[in-house]
């Protein structure tokens, strides 16, 4: 009778582990997938605002829908290199929010 106990606690106690390693392996995928979407983001802005800054400093003396097209041109063609696909209307977005906080950390320098 105490071996059955002991298998079957033995049994229980290797069912846990299993469960619990699948939870824990779920967990770390799913926190790796957040992280690396989150640096992925990171960088996705890193070059929109790269790109913003230097449709300002070379095509400066342009006006602002043609400084645009240029700042999309770099920035699709940077993006494009590292194989990151962004949607027109993101990609808009987020130059738009990049503008929108240079001129406020700039203002009438920009």
Request: charged share 30%.
């Given at each position: ?98 503008v929108k906080a240079l001129k406020s950390e700039y203002g009438d320098l920009w």
């Amino acid at each position: 009778m105490e071996g059955l106990i002991f298998d079957l606690l033995t049994e229980i106690v290797k069912l846990t582990a299993i469960v619990l390693a699948g939870f824990t392996i779920t967990a770390t995928k799913n926190w790796l997938k957040s992280r690396f979407e989150e640096q992925e983001i990171k960088t996705i802005y890193a070059i929109v605002e790269d790109g913003v800054l230097f449709a300002q400093q070379v095509y400066g003396h342009l006006d602002g829908p043609e400084r645009y097209n240029e700042a999309i041109k770099r920035i699709e063609s940077i993006l494009n290199e590292r194989g990151i696909e962004v949607s027109k209307d993101q990609l808009d977005t987020m130059i738009e929010a990049t503008v929108k906080a240079l001129k406020s950390e700039y203002g009438d320098l920009w």
